[in-house]
T-cell receptor, first 112, second 115 residues
Framework: AQKITQTQPGMFVQEKEAVTLDCTYDTSDPSYGLFWYKQPSSGEMIFLIYQGSYDQQNATEGRYSLNFQKARKSANLVISASQLGDSAMYFCASQGNNDMRFGAGTRLTVKP | EAEVAQSPRYKITEKSQAVAFWCDPISGHATLYWYRQILGQGPELLVQFQDESVVDDSQLPKDRFSAERLKGVDSTLKIQPAELGDSAMYLC?????????????FGPGTRLTVL
């Protein structure tokens, strides 16, 4: 079984600054993938970034990077140069042998 | 860019009525998922298909929910009868296969309100 914990229900960041959204996971699967999704108020889940459990380097996708610390079982999302359009819910997820489990999400608000 | 299609986007129904949701995955994706997302929570898996076969429906309330993917392409999720507690967002996702490395791509969702 897998469990995802996102301890920040809400976060605020000033436009153009960087922000880190926390995620810890617990899984018994030997191989797994870690994902971050963005959900704006429209409801669609938008894929942002992926990190494999055996990847040696942290994943990056444009302004998004994933700070993967396997020993600590953490997979924090870093958004650089925040934009007003980044305001949304952000979900961390872990996918193992059977299914994908999501955290409860963090609501990010970018202030102008 | 290929997308997952869902319809309808919004559905309002009265309790005890039947409702159905449709999903068309990205072409070539063998695995299709239906999730339910209650307001303020993360999505929870209801059912997972590999081609036309159900591989996981352990969280599907089978007394009132059913799902099918007859030809291994598009899929329908049905609720009969709907209850007040079924009000939620229903999300469909697809991935190339079931590998833990495969990204799931989501459709726009169907927001269901049961009155």
């Amino acid at each position: 079984a897998q469990k995802i914990t996102q301890t920040q229900p809400g976060m605020f960041v000033q436009e153009k600054e960087a922000v880190t959204l926390d995620c810890t996971y617990d899984t018994s699967d030997p191989s797994y993938g870690l994902f971050w999704y963005k959900q704006p108020s429209s409801g669609e889940m938008i894929f942002l970034i992926y990190q494999g459990s055996y990847d040696q380097q942290n994943a990056t996708e444009g302004r998004y990077s994933l700070n993967f610390q396997k020993a600590r079982k953490s997979a924090n999302l870093v958004i650089s140069a925040s934009q007003l359009g980044d305001s949304a819910m952000y979900f961390c997820a872990s996918q193992g042998n059977n299914d994908m489990r999501f955290g409860a999400g963090t609501r990010l608000t970018v202030k102008p | 860019e290929a997308e997952v299609a869902q319809s309808p986007r919004y559905k309002i129904t009265e309790k005890s009525q039947a409702v159905a949701f449709w999903c068309d995955p990205i072409s070539g994706h063998a695995t299709l998922y239906w999730y339910r997302q209650i307001l303020g929570q993360g999505p929870e898996l209801l059912v997972q298909f590999q081609d036309e076969s159900v591989v996981d429906d352990s969280q599907l309330p089978k007394d009132r929910f059913s799902a099918e993917r007859l030809k291994g392409v598009d899929s329908t999720l049905k609720i009969q009868p709907a209850e007040l507690g079924d009000s939620a967002m229903y999300l469909c996702a697809s991935s190339p296969n079931r590998a833990h490395t495969d990204t799931q791509y989501f459709g726009p969702g169907t927001r269901l309100t049961v009155l």
